[in-house]
């Protein structure tokens, strides 16, 4: 149990008793072996102080570390309530933190994603988040551009003084802003892919082996499979992790009979799943040469052409002619196949670097690379549409750290917690 705010050590004196009998004031950020009285009940255990300086709200914060039972947190808690503290709304530690100026709104944003992460990738994300990369890149854009607006203001605010060779260069500093922007926004896909995993549909013909491919890829340990009924077929979802990557699987399943008719409606919702996908995998049977096979179009989608059933042919090599050759019944290039998915995620990231994974920041970076691109055609017109664009700019990426960011998108985040973080 965490107490935060000024009146925290007052709260814990009324609540617990070092068992040396020193005061828990004295000791900062050491813990102490004591005896909470709950009022009803008493438990041994510690409890923890650290003053507002070294503490994660900035504000005086006590913990107590007590047995884990039901009855003793509640017990705990109501004990705590009684002597004056309230309960913490979702996210407020992480709030408090936030408005005590220890994080940016992008990093108590990579604390969430912390939590919520379900994949070593999705946690190295939110690390580098949490850590503050974005938060020093969009922050080093933004000083960039403030001292640009600084300088066209004074122009603006002093014609008379500013010579004309005095105007700062401009065009290639907005250009050099822009160009940052940008290669944040490359990073969107993958980022999107660490956080949430590579989404992969299948899609072939009935008996072509994608139902076998899918167990398959899924293995039998990590898998988890699901049924999701749809309005003709159902849909068959399964992830796996590979490398640290989620990978999600879609099957469009149920394809059985061999009715045209079926067969179409097949393709077409193969079609349709291929939309939401990062990559369709397109899987064919070896061994069976009917004409067309491949001619299938997933709309401009990303197609890995699978050609399933080698064990009844030749090939036994993992990739050939741009194709993976595997058998899903042997499980030969199965593996190979599971770890060019995943490979995906890693994709247009820069090592180390920092990774969008956020739609609110991409929202933010699109709306700043707009204004960026309006200053740059309004150059050959008046320093003020300038100024406007350049400040709709600066404001969109300060969106993101939330030096710019309205109390109620402040809020929405921070409403996405759970209590107590
Ligand atoms: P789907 O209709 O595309 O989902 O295909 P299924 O996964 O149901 O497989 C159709 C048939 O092909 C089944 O009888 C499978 O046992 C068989 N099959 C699937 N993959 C392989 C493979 O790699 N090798 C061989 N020999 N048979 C396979």
Redesign the pocket.
């Known amino acids: 149990m965490r107490v935060s705010g000024e009146d925290a050590l007052a709260v814990a004196d009324a609540i617990f008793i070092c068992a040396d009998a020193r005061p828990l004031a004295g000791t900062p950020r050491l813990m102490r072996f004591g005896t909470f009285d709950a009022g009803d009940f008493r438990d041994k255990g510690y409890a923890v102080f650290f003053p507002a300086a070294a503490a994660y709200t900035g504000e005086d914060t006590v913990e107590f570390y007590l047995h884990g039972g039901v009855r003793i947190m509640k017990g705990a808690l109501d004990a705590a309530l009684r002597a004056g503290a309230r309960l913490a709304e979702r996210g407020e530690f992480t709030k408090r933190a936030y408005l005590a100026g220890r994080l940016s709104l992008a990093d108590a944003e990579g604390v969430a994603d912390m939590i919520n992460a379900e994949s070593a990738a999705a946690l190295n994300a939110a690390y580098r988040l949490m850590d503050g990369s974005l938060t020093r890149e969009i922050n080093g854009i933004g000083d960039f551009l403030g001292d640009v607006i600084t300088s066209l203001e004074a122009v603006l605010d002093y014609p008379e003084e500013t010579e004309d060779e005095v105007l700062p260069p401009l065009e290639g500093e907005i250009k050099d802003a822009l160009a940052r922007v940008n290669a944040l926004l490359a990073t969107a896909d993958s980022g999107r892919m660490a956080k949430y995993g590579v989404t992969a549909v ?1 899609a ?12 398959a890829l899924l293995g039998e340990e990590r898998a988890i499979v699901t049924c999701t009924p749809g309005t003709t077929r159902d849909t068959i979802e399964g992830s796996v992790e590979c490398d640290g990557v989620r990978i999600n699987l879609v ?1 469009t ?1 149920g ?2 009979e061999s009715e045209d008719e079926i067969e179409s409606e097949g393709v077409r919702r193969a079609i349709r799943a291929a939309k939401h996908a990062d990559v369709v995998l397109h ?1 064919v ?1 070896t061994t069976d040469d009917r004409e067309g096979e491949d001619a299938l179009d997933f709309d401009g989608a990303r197609v890995f052409t699978v050609r ?5 042919t030749s090939y036994k090599c993992p990739r050939m002619y741009g194709c993976f050759a ?5 499980g ?1 290039g199965v593996e190979e196949l599971r770890r060019a998915i995943a490979a995906l995620a890693a994709e247009g990231m820069a090592t180390g670097g920092e990774v969008i994974t956020s739609e609110r920041h991409k929202d933010a970076l699109y709306r700043a690379k707009n204004a960026l691109e309006s200053a740059l055609s309004s150059l050959d017109g008046t320093v003020d549409l300038t100024l406007v664009d350049l400040r709709e700019a600066y404001d969109a990426l300060g969106e993101i750290t939330g030096k710019t960011a309205t109390e109620d998108v402040v809020d929405a985040i921070f409403s996405k917690f759970c209590v107590g973080k």
């Open positions: 299948l072939g013909k009935p008996n072509a082996g994608k139902s076998s491919l899918m167990n099957d399943a394809i059985r899987v049977d399933n059933k080698c064990d009844l595997v058998s899903a019944k042997e030969v």
